[in-house]
């Protein structure tokens, strides 16, 4: 399987657009069916990608719930440069990166590695939990890009376009910094052959 | 290891295009990529690898509603779009006593420049009136009329003085005995001209201070005539 096979199915551009602005207008205009609108279509996006980032759910509903708050206070800022879905998940990210750092100061926890990365909860799935909890603990010891960008394309299903809005990077960097994440997810997983050979001799 | 792959004729790829195209390659990039790897055991088991990790990704997928997220979400919007609103009436009370508080520090502003201009351009009409008049000119038309009407009433006693130094003066001028008299009959005759025309222009321009002192000065020199003549009488 190639990624692009794994890659959500996605909408026909106008269609997306255009509900894109509708959303930004009901904001914008305070209606509160346009803030349940954008719940209901991203709402659980935006809660799994907050519980990646920040490891359980308690934290993930609060920096969902200051992401809606943050879009309130802030639409009036918003120009329309990116999507307004892009907009409120590079809100969200920003929350999510504040609310660990406040957790770091707040636990004054004596190892830089537990402070800076999430210990995952456990979480009940379908898949083999030795296989998520790895790639959980591996994606903890990535740099902070990396795992953003790696949480937006591989498990949200965001494009690099979408992730450079979002990140405020170009497409070109995204696509790197995927490929750097998952090259070193994959040392981390799964030693290369080569290496496997070399500790054998 | 494969060094060229021919399944594909139209994209070759070999080993060494394995990360660039991991990285950033197309659609058929990636069928070449695969078809090369049916031949190479290390492309395989390199794809294979760096699929596992999207697969294994998606497994971080966890898409369960929470249904008590939302009213929360909800209820905190509501309240705090009742504290923007809160502010914004505030804020829109407080603008207008601003304003109204700048207005009238701008009116206030406004009336000390005005009074300044007006005060100004009075002192400067006064001086330039006092230079030209010895006398203060009164301000306001009933001061100028009671004035004027002062001025009229003396000019007209001092007429009738003149008038009767005339009267007594009259049998020498009429017949004039010595030529002296006859050019002070001569000299009266042109100053009672000059008053005749002073007094028309003085009628046409009551307020004309300068005509005044003019006829003033006429009267004062046909006094001294007459009363030249009356002492050559004696």
Not at chain 1, 81 to 109: G, M, P, Y
Not at chain 2, 96 to 117: E, H, K, P
Not at chain 2, 133 to 160: F, I
Request: charged residues 25%.
């Amino acid at each position: 399987m190639e990624p692009f096979q794994n890659r959500p199915a996605s909408e026909p551009a106008d269609a997306v657009r255009g509900e894109d602005a509708a959303l930004a207008a009901a904001c914008l205009a305070g209606d509160m069916h346009g803030y349940e609108r954008l719940y209901a279509l991203q709402g659980a996006k935006m809660k799994n990608l907050a519980r990646n980032l920040l490891g359980n759910a308690l934290d993930a509903e609060d920096a969902v719930q200051e992401t809606f708050l943050k879009v309130q206070r802030s639409i009036g800022g918003f120009r329309g440069q990116s999507s307004f879905v892009t907009w409120t998940f590079r809100i969200l990210v920003n929350t999510c990166h504040d609310a660990r750092r406040s957790r770091v100061r707040k636990k004054e926890v004596t190892s830089d590695d537990a402070a800076e990365n999430p210990i995952p909860e456990q979480r009940a799935a379908a898949a083999p939990p030795t296989l998520r909890l790895a790639l959980e603990r591996a994606l903890a010891t990535l740099t902070q890009h990396q795992r953003d960008v790696f949480l937006l394309y591989e498990v949200e299903g965001f494009s690099h376009a979408e992730i450079g809005e979002t990140l405020d990077i170009s497409e070109a960097a995204s696509k790197n910094t995927l490929f750097q994440a998952k090259k070193n997810l994959r040392q981390m997983l799964e030693p290369p052959r080569s290496a496997d050979a070399a500790g054998a001799r | 290891m494969n060094a060229m792959n021919d399944a594909n004729p139209k994209t070759k790829v070999n080993c060494h295009d394995r990360e660039r195209i991991f990285e950033d390659g197309s659609r058929d990039q990636w069928t070449a990529l695969e078809a090369h790897a049916l031949t190479c055991i290390e492309c395989a088991e390199e794809i294979r690898a760096w699929k596992s990790l999207s697969v294994a990704a998606t497994e971080l997928r966890d898409y369960s509603d929470d249904p008590s997220l939302w009213p929360r979400i909800h209820r905190s919007l509501l309240e705090e779009a009742a504290k923007i609103e809160q502010s914004k009436s505030r804020w829109t009370w407080e603008s207008i006593r601003r304003s109204f508080f700048v207005s009238w520090q701008t009116a206030a502003a406004a009336a000390v420049v005005l009074v300044l201009v007006v005060s100004a351009a009075f002192y400067h009409r006064y001086n330039l009136t006092a230079l030209k008049t010895p006398v203060a000119a009164p301000s306001g038309d009933l001061l100028r009329n009671n004035a004027l009407a002062e001025v009229e009433r003396t000019q007209s006693d001092y007429m009738h003085a003149i008038d009767k130094l005339a009267a007594d003066a009259k049998p020498q001028l009429d017949n004039p005995g010595t030529p002296l008299l006859a050019n002070y009959r001569e000299k009266l005759q042109v100053l009672d001209s000059a008053i005749d025309d002073l007094r028309a222009q003085a009628g046409q321009n009551p307020s004309n201070a300068h005509l005044r002192y003019q006829l003033l000065a006429m009267y004062q020199e046909k006094q001294r005539t007459l009363e030249e003549v009356l002492e050559v009488k004696r």
